[in-house]
């Protein structure tokens, strides 16, 4: 399979398991993006990054002591402008 393809499938798994991921779990960025292109909004991982470091514009994030960031789907999903199903 090639690279559009791949992406494709992988869009199509999330969309698949989205509605049920519960809104209190946490994500690291390379989900965040997938979840967020399921939800109809294309950030890439490095666009996330930007947006924590430089604006409010971007959805709510957590970062842990050790530096490590997580999106809670909930949040993802108000971002996008969708409830959960």
Not at 1 to 10: K, T
Request: net charge positive.
């Amino acid at each position: 399979m090639n690279n559009v393809a791949n992406s494709l499938v992988a869009l199509a798994e999330v969309r698949g398991v989205l509605p049920n991921l519960p809104d209190d779990m946490p994500v690291p960025p390379d989900h965040a993006s997938q979840i967020l292109a399921a939800l109809g909004r294309q950030y890439s991982p490095l666009t996330l990054r930007k947006l924590r470091s430089i604006s409010t514009a971007g959805p709510r994030f957590q970062k842990a002591p050790n530096g490590r960031v997580t999106y809670l789907v909930g949040d993802l999903r108000r971002f996008a402008g969708v409830s959960a199903a």
